[in-house]
């Protein structure tokens, strides 16, 4: 299965130089790529590579195709971004072999008479749906899924298998959610009574826009009075902890492993590098950039990338740069008592 | 749905100063509060947000009664502990409209026959228990969970949908496990032949006391031969790892993303903050407080704050430090010199 | 239930020094074990315990039998590695006690027609597994576990509760997997327009190789064009996430929360400390220990120990050290400076 040159063009548009016939079957990296597959050139620094591809087409650059022209024989198919356009040709020819569930609710489902399943929603088997919860239309919900009482799984949002959805909560459309996630869990919410911890009622829910992709393993936690909100276009990876009251600006992207902690609020085209933490309760602007294993503790008012982890090296060396960094302190001291011998010295040598 | 202040005043103790008819039917933070909730001063520095509060009564301390009982015309209900109050009061008010799961066993649920389960205990669907477990006296064991061979859940524990609780282990009253959990993993325990790794079975349990709470996608191990021990008021966030046979004091509190290496004995009373990290077979004893992102590599035999991450900075001024950090011997040496030089200096000018 | 030490022996090798007839019924750590166990020394810095143990036996290497044969009155096994030993006698008293799930589909699950299951799988309840799926000899799938279509199980592996493995993906023989571990999720592979994010569909695999064990709540991402591979004998820990297209080599080990982007390619015969990071797209080599929490930013290209954590300190201590690391590049020009002016002053003596 595959498809012509000229009939993906027409789809995803860019300028077709080459034969619009010529039958493609799918995409692969440069070096993979063999004669009925395209490829893509989206680092100028891979020209001599691609002009060498035995791919039938290359997705590229109008600047990188003045380069590649001459020595690359395939087709090419000129964009001005050649790796979107690669996203969009790719997402192409998944769907041709894609597998798409089928209308309807699995007979081992257990659904809740009150609750409101879009005809043409695709219910697992397994799958748990409480009172009052709304499946709205061409849902997927895999097998194993929990969605509580009154959450909303917004038109076309597809939730793979052993998710878990609690109630009132709710996810626009187009979203994907996956495995092992827990969305509106309870925030960690205490008061403390000479040691002992009283429990807070989580009672705010977990609000999530259009096109927000939650990663396998990750925890989004419910409001404790108010909502948690993750805006439009939001894209979580695996095992990233949302604390509870966080507000997520649109478009913004967290790699694996992030935590943020309770009532942060952080700005839209952000992206935060893996393992990245960011404490409770601070604000960080559109546009910051917190690079992986970065510990955000105060507030980020001011676009740009940041960055603060240790520095990786031989075990041997580290133990003495940790040693001195421990006392750095007196490193300082001893810095600043010589600056004073030397002024001392040099006021005795003018006198 | 709400309640008279008097008959609040009654159940959770407090003076009230205003009208004890006035009826209030939930509790919010002071900027939100409409003229029907009650809200709540814990931090003075709000005091006059508290004032200009439109709640129909505030619980506050009597020392921040002082203050603002001249401008704020609503009730005041006076505790010594205002935080702890409103998380009694919100306790209450969530009890108004919590919808309880009705005691039984779901007809999807899959039962050992040797299982012993509490006519009062609420069984949901999907879930399945193995021979010889026992779930207490009103315990909720959510849809999804898995409960293994003679594991115990003790009375009114609570386990939210899709939670594994491993045989054997045991957790006691009043405990809150989320979704996700996993109880009773075996520990990552192997020996070392030769370079590849012989698996040591992991027989231990995972014992866990009364009124502990464990957050969603949390991991716990089982002992390898002798067991781990969660005592008793542990609060535990998400996605936190505990590793075989360690030892987590009563009422100590672990922020979400934490991670304990095996066998580490933690004390009473601590807290960690998120992503704080404890290295294998260390001691912490009572009331240690670990900041967020921080790394125990060494046993903490004196209570108090420790605190060990890099600072975050812009990115450029971040590689400067990153350099010298690598370097901080080549440092450390030329100010040595410099000491010597200056030392030789002023013995020949003394000389 | 036990066994003889002249069984035991015929079984595992060693020489045992003492009564082939005496019976033990378990295996203990040196100060529980009582008169029925036989213990092990492995650290020779516990000899004057050894001594004193109560077990009916231990496993001891020649070279610290010589020491404790005179002191200690029970029967001794000695072996090169007593550490070894003990694993696969504990391996041993385990198999005696241990409850085999039995052969066969139990009645909840839901297994395609075109899936292939073993006669002597265990399918546990709950179970789904889709079209096409293999599940082979000896392999045991616990209860709610998902199984995509088309992915391979092999023999004797086994997953426990609750494990979620996609399609097209495949583990090898003797393998296990703990609960709530999600192999084969997408990768986190958007390209970005303008500020937007599209997705790039993830059509790789994950192959897994033999003797491989994953921790609960582990994830592992399929890849995005060619495959995630996990080589024979990797044993990851709990809550590790493991980016697409990575490559890890045979008898590499990751202890809990490790964290490592896409595309990272890791040697043999590794070990990553709990929390450590690795970024994408690097290399490791053969034999590179990693410390916990240490963040790999760089490639590694010789075998060693590698760290980079910030060490922890009194809160206030740290306070006053992260001001200085922060600075450290003014600290510098500080040092430099003062270099300066005494070689100035040292040319001026001289001249």
């Known amino acids: 299965m595959g498809t012509r040159l000229g009939a993906l063009v027409e789809r995803l548009g860019g300028q077709l130089v080459g034969d ?3 039958e493609v079957t799918g995409i692969a990296p440069l070096t993979d790529a063999g004669v009925s597959h395209i490829s893509f050139l989206s680092n100028s620094k891979l020209r001599a590579q691609a002009a060498q591809s035995k791919a039938a087409a290359l997705i590229v650059s109008a600047a990188d195709d003045a380069f590649i022209a001459a020595g690359y024989s395939g087709a090419r198919i000129v964009v001005p971004n050649p790796y979107v356009y690669f996203a969009r040709a790719a997402q192409y020819f998944a769907s041709l072999t894609a597998i798409v569930p089928a209308a309807g609710v699995h007979a081992t489902a257990v659904v809740a008479e009150t609750a409101q399943v879009a005809a043409s929603a695709h219910i697992g088997p397994r799958v748990v749906i409480e009172d009052g919860a709304v499946i709205e239309d061409g ?26 959805f609690h109630a009132y909560c709710q996810i626009g459309k187009r979203g994907i959610i996956h495995s092992g996630a827990v969305i509106g869990t309870d925030g960690f919410g205490f008061a403390n009574e000479g040691g002992v911890y009283i429990k807070i009622p989580q009672t705010g829910r977990v609000m999530i826009g259009d096109d927000v992709d ?3 393993n990750t925890t989004i936690d419910r409001g404790a009075l108010a909502d948690t909100i993750i805006e439009d276009g939001v894209k979580l990876d695996n095992q990233i902890q949302i604390g509870h009251n966080c507000h997520i600006g649109a478009h913004t992207a967290m790699a694996g492993c992030v935590g943020v902690a309770g009532s942060a609020k952080i700005g839209k085209y952000c992206t935060f590098g893996g393992a990245a933490m960011v404490l409770g309760h601070l604000t960080i602007v559109d546009k910051v950039h917190v690079g992986s294993g970065s510990m ?7 676009p740009g990338q940041y960055t603060g982890f240790y ?9 003495k740069s940790a040693v001195i960094v421990r006392n750095l ?8 008592a010589l600056e004073k011998i030397i002024k001392t010295k040099s006021e005795e040598d003018e006198s």
Chains 1, 2, 3 share one sequence.
């Open 329 to 336: 302190s007196a490193m300082r001291d001893k810095i600043r």
């Open 20 to 22: 619009a016939n010529l």
């Open 296 to 302: 955000v503790s105060r507030s980020i008012l001011e």
């Open 214 to 216: 939650i990663g396998a």
């Open 311 to 319: 520095p990786l090296a031989k075990n041997a060396d580290w133990e």
């Open 139 to 164: 849902a997927v919900i895999g097998a194993g899924c929990f969605i509580g009482r009154e959450a909303v799984i917004g038109a076309e949002t597809q939730l793979f298998a052993n998710v878990t």
